[in-house]
Nanobody, 124 residues
Framework: QVQLVESGGAWVQAGGSLRLSCAAS????????MGWFRQAPGKEREFVAA????????YHANSMKGRFTISRDNAKNTVYLQMNSLKPEDTGVYYC?????????????????WGQGTQVTVSS
């Protein structure tokens, strides 16, 4: 089992930045991948980014590449999502996720572990 606790969601004006955090506990080891999904109002959840537990492999959704960056702090068992140049369309609930193995990282159904979500609101 893996437990995930997100933080850092907030209200921000367009063009601003936020950093989301996800603290992981439990069976965090080798083959674990952690990442972020988001869900805008009235839309399906979409992949944002993922990273291997050792930090070597990272993946970002093309639509957010260059603005969003996933990273981690090994000592704190924490994964971050740095979001820059935020747009109103980035508004939504952001979920921290985890799975074992590197397959199908962009698929919602692939992830066994989900955090409770943190709200990001970007105003124009």
């Amino acid at each position: 089992q893996v437990q995930l606790v997100e933080s850092g969601g907030a209200w921000v004006q367009a063009g601003g930045s936020l950093r989301l955090s996800c603290a992981a506990s439990g069976r965090t080891f080798g083959s674990l991948f952690m990442g972020w999904f988001r869900q805008a109002p009235g839309k399906e959840r979409e992949f944002v980014a993922a990273m291997s537990w050792n930090g070597i492999s990272t993946y970002h959704a093309n639509s957010m590449k260059g603005r969003f960056t996933i990273s981690r702090d090994n000592a704190k068992n924490t994964v971050y999502l740095q979001m820059n140049s935020l747009k109103p369309e980035d508004t939504g609930v952001y979920y921290c996720v985890a799975k074992y193995g590197s397959t199908r990282l962009t698929f919602v159904q692939s992830y066994d572990y989900w955090g409770q979500g943190t709200q990001v609101t970007v105003s124009s």
